[in-house]
């Protein structure tokens, strides 16, 4: 298997602000612990957990925002040091500039060095961010600013913005997750067929289970935190491209299952643990006793 990301032992702490109840102590806590992962080139992993699992803390490392407190982030068999070109984020919030047009917010990264490393001119920038606009179902949105545009189409911009420089991997925290039922269905279709298209390694977080077995050829569980990897599931639905619903099809609603079992455990665990998770002063008391129960070891 050729790893595009491994996540080598990985684990990250936070320094927590001292509270008023914690006695002006700052206290550590633990986001992730000695989490081990490989990501295939060309792979569409999707990535579940509870809330407070810490899988926007990962995808801060894979970006190269952060820095892994140990361990190691490799993207190509590198070490991550920050944020590149190869690696494009798309956030839950569609973060575009509302003083630019759909056109000129998707070529907002080429305006340094294209893809290519040679600097585009204006003409040549229109004309990639017009081809991934239309790649993203929005041909002839070019000059529309954000606010004439729906949440779904906003998303759409975003995304056609983090493919325009082309890069190797794209990064998405819950992108879909402000949008309507429909209009979310429509955009993971829309996903897929990039992805297919474009052979792109994709890391996509969700809270959503279907969405996590209907995009992932495999879904990581990360436990409650701190996150460890609980498990992967290898998505297998026969005849993927055949079914006309597959959310429906029995192998869909098997492997369903089958993720929705091993979240279930966690996400109660995370709710127990709930009230310990940062205190309203901003203390995270008695941290390490979440780590002791024999099944939440990593898988
Ligand atoms: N900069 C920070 N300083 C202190 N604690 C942090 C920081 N960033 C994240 N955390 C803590 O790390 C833990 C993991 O946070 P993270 O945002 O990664 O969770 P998540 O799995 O993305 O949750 P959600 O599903 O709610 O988005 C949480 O307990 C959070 O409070
Ligand atoms: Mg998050």
């Keep these: 298997m050729t ?10 702490q936070f320094t927590v602000r001292p509270g008023k109840k914690s006695g002006g102590t700052a206290t550590t806590l633990t986001a992730i612990d000695s989490l081990n992962l490989d990501v295939r080139d060309g792979e569409f992993l999707t990535l ?37 070109k190869d690696r494009a984020v798309v956030f839950q919030q569609y973060a575009l500039f509302p003083w630019r047009t759909a056109s000129a917010n998707v070529s907002i990264g080429l305006e340094g060095k294209g893809p290519d490393g040679r600097k585009l001119s204006r003409r040549e920038r229109a004309a990639k961010a017009s081809e991934y606009l239309k790649l993203v179902g929005l041909a002839c949105f070019e000059d529309r600013f954000p606010h004439e545009l729906s949440g779904g189409m906003k998303q759409r911009v975003a995304i056609a913005r983090s493919l325009a420089y082309e890069p190797d991997v794209l990064l998405m925290d819950e992108p879909f997750a402000a949008l309507d039922a429909q209009t979310r269905e429509q955009l993971q279709e829309e996903l897929l067929r990039i ?16 969405e996590a077995v209907y995009l992932g050829q495999r879904v990581a569980v990360l436990s409650a935190r701190p996150g460890r990897l609980k498990a992967i599931v290898e998505v297998e639905i026969p005849d993927r491209d055949g079914a006309e619903d597959i959310r429906s099809t029995p192998a869909f609603v098997e492997q369903r299952h089958k ?41």
Excluded: C, M, Y
């Excluded at 992805?195 to 279907?210: D, L, S």
């Design 195 to 210: 992805w297919r298209a474009t052979g792109k390694t994709i890391v996509f977080i969700t809270h959503g289970i279907n």
């Design 3 to 12: 790893a595009k990301i491994s996540l080598r032992n990985v684990s990250k």
């Design 48 to 84: 579940v957990g509870p809330s407070g699992s810490g899988k926007t803390t990962l995808l801060d490392l894979l970006a190269g925002l952060s820095t892994p407190t140990s361990g190691e982030v490799l993207v190509d068999g590198q070490p991550v040091t920050g944020p590149g």
């Design 259 to 299: 993720v929705w079992t091993l979240l279930h455990d966690e996400v109660r665990l995370a709710q127990d643990a709930g009230h310990r998770k940062i205190l309203p002063d901003g203390s995270a008391p008695d941290e390490p006793a979440t780590h002791q129960t024999p099944e939440r070891s990593a898988a």
